[in-house]
């Protein structure tokens, strides 16, 4: 396409709107934040924010009674109405393992990254070596991108296709 005068400031002018666009967003999801950071930080332990595979803004955040351990994520685009949009659900099996019991919430949006990398951080902040995990026959219609998910966490995957069922293990 050859670039005349017009076409030129037809381009300038859409991506000025554009950026217009993004620093809008930002600025409402920062508001967001503020205003989710001040309801969560009331009942559960902020661990941080972050940003999802999508540029959005996420807030994580735990509950940890020393039995079992929740790390949650809440996005910024929209109101904290008192629950998570992500979370991944572990227990204490002893001093050196934390057992994942369950991850709910949407896939491919970064947020299981996000919340394994800080159940990781909890962890270690706490010495504890192992974390485990089961694959369940239940899991079995998404099996291949568990597998996925946990070999790029550095997860050791054991998977019984026969019985449908599957171990992983994370050693610090």
């Not at 039995?67 to 979370?87: A, P, V, Y």
């Not at 709910?104 to 970064?110: L, M, V």
């Amino acid at each position: 396409m050859l670039l005349t005068v017009s076409n030129r400031e037809s381009l300038d002018n859409k991506n000025k709107e554009e950026l217009k666009e993004e620093i809008e967003d930002l600025e409402f999801q920062l508001f967001r934040m503020q205003e989710n950071m001040k309801k969560i930080s009331k009942h559960w332990e902020v661990m941080g924010i972050d940003q999802s595979k999508e540029d959005k803004w996420v807030i994580i955040y735990a509950q940890d009674d020393g039995n079992q351990c929740k790390i949650m994520l809440n996005e910024c685009d929209s109101s904290f109405q008192g629950t998570w949009d992500f979370s991944i659900h572990a227990i204490y099996k002893d001093d050196e393992t934390l057992h994942i019991g369950d991850i709910k919430g949407p896939a491919n949006k970064g947020y299981g990254s996000i919340c394994m990398e800080f159940l990781k951080e909890k962890a270690r902040e706490q010495n504890i070596p192992f974390i485990t995990g089961d694959i369940a026959k239940r899991d079995w219609d998404h099996v291949d991108r568990l597998e996925h998910f946990y070999s790029k966490h550095h997860f050791r995957v054991e998977i019984d296709y026969e019985e449908c069922t599957g171990e992983i293990v994370w050693y610090e």
